[in-house]
């Protein structure tokens, strides 16, 4: 019999000749990404030239400026650069692809843009505050924007806070993102309301300047999914349900967690640990993030608390006994999390370092569940219609079968599908309102689009 000791290394010994054989194919494939890439932002350009380019070529192109192509490292650490995002080409198309569209849900993608930032575009929170309100003035049933309108609003009163404390907030000096606001694109805006309106306006610099109102009907056929077609980020980062789930994870995990370490401590044994791998552009990354994380002391809104003491509490968890088994794996994770933070030379925003923290966990720690919008609504419809095929096994067969074809006598069915209705209201409401995944606002917004088909 094999011995089961020699069975796990030869295991490992595959794995790790697995993991090397894709890194390479990976880093031989970066430059034929770049140029695949460069060529869709060629060909982008020339669709957008047609009298018949829509709103989601115009999207379609704004995606390729936004997402440029992510840096890589070699098998030595060292980064083999990759495409770096166009803010300025990513808000004209994306405002442009807002005017052709009328859809509210292009206009919270402009908003949350404005509210997250992008590469070399540092957050406006007022211009984000303008576009919500004038959001939540044409499309009142988009609870979401009320959610984010009040995220925006709690960020300006915490940098306000701040300054009245005689806490020192000057963001870093964004040179590219001041070339930006000093070139001129003149970019006409136009959206239908809920009902009523339009907003005309003009992108300076990628932003929008809102100039005067006009009331009109809507386009029925403007509206689009925003989950379908995934308005989020690299590393959805800035979608809301991402956010919501990394503060419900960070919550649990805090509520688990034992703090032994304390924060100063957690700073110096990351430190040492980061210089204790060799020396190539990964770990000098890893260190500029830590960085990062250390000197910023404004709270991050969605937690309410500041980075370091969310690295405070992630470094306990790595070091608890739940972990044993695993923990070098993790703090290499966490490693390359930490390097990952840094993208073209710059450093993510906080809610990316964030979530990247967080992620270490994935896979390892049950109570970390990091998913994006459409993840959710695609869990809440399979709950859902589990939900509803248990209630028929109340009935008997022949019963159950009038039910699912809607032809039982009127007040079975009636009382039948009201009974569905509110057992599924309330067992969502219970695993994602009262968790925090999901805010009311939210919930109504995306409930009420599929109940009654379910």
């Known amino acids: ?35 695949n890439h460069i060529q869709r932002q060629s060909q982008a350009e020339s669709q957008l030239q047609s009298p018949q380019a829509n709103y989601m070529d115009y999207y379609r192109a704004h995606k390729l400026y936004y997402d440029g192509v992510p840096d890589r490292y070699d098998q030595s650490g060292n980064k083999i650069p990759g495409v770096e995002p166009d803010p300025k080409r990513a808000m004209a198309y994306l405002t442009r692809a807002c005017e052709l569209s009328r859809s509210p849900e292009l206009w919270l993608r402009l908003a949350s843009v404005y509210q997250n930032g992008m590469y070399n575009l540092e957050p406006d929170f007022a211009m984000a505050q303008r576009l919500l309100v004038m959001i939540l003035q044409l499309f009142p049933d988009r609870y979401e924007a009320r959610d984010r309108l009040n995220e925006v609003i709690q960020e300006i009163n915490n940098i306000q806070t701040y300054r009245w404390l005689n806490l020192k907030y000057t963001p870093k000096k964004n040179q590219h993102h001041e070339k930006i606001k000093n070139s001129r694109v003149q970019v006409q805006v136009q959206v239908q309301g809920q009902g009523q309106g339009q907003v005309q306006g003009q992108v300076v610099g990628g932003k929008v300047t809102i100039v005067d109102q006009i009331f009109r009907a809507p386009d029925p056929d403007s509206e689009l999914d925003i989950n379908n077609i995934r308005f989020d980020d690299r590393h959805n980062t800035h979608n809301s349900q991402v956010v919501s789930t990394v503060a419900n994870s960070l919550k649990l995990l805090k509520d688990g967690t034992d703090i032994n370490i304390a924060l100063p401590q957690t700073i110096h044994e990351i430190r040492n640990y980061i210089q204790s791998k060799p020396d190539c552009d990964r770990r000098n990354d890893a260190l500029k993030s830590l960085d990062s994380i250390e000197r910023n002391i404004i709270p991050i809104s969605s937690v309410d608390m500041r980075e370091s003491e969310a690295l405070n509490i992630v470094w306990n968890r790595i070091n608890t006994d739940q972990h044993k088994d695993h923990v070098s794996d993790i703090k290499d994770i966490f490693y390359g999390q930490l390097a990952d933070m840094q993208e073209h030379g710059k450093s993510v925003c906080a809610t990316g370092r964030l979530s990247r923290m967080l992620d270490t966990f994935s896979t390892f720690d049950n109570d970390v569940q990091i998913k994006p919008t459409y993840v959710i609504n695609t869990e809440m419809m399979n709950k859902a219609g589990k939900i509803r095929e248990d209630m028929y096994l109340e009935y008997d067969s022949q019963t159950a079968d009038r039910l699912r074809a809607g032809t039982a006598d009127s007040a079975t069915q009636q009382t039948f599908d009201q009974s569905v209705r509110k057992s599924i209201i309330d067992r969502l409401t219970k695993d994602y309102v009262d968790t925090g995944i999901m805010t009311e606002n939210a919930f109504s917004e995306r409930i009420i689009e599929w109940i009654d088909e379910i």
């Open 1 to 35: 019999m094999t011995d089961p000791f020699w069975s796990r290394v030869g295991i490992v010994f595959i794995c790790c000749i697995i993991g090397y054989i894709v890194s390479i194919y990976q880093i031989d494939r970066q430059p034929k990404v770049i140029h």
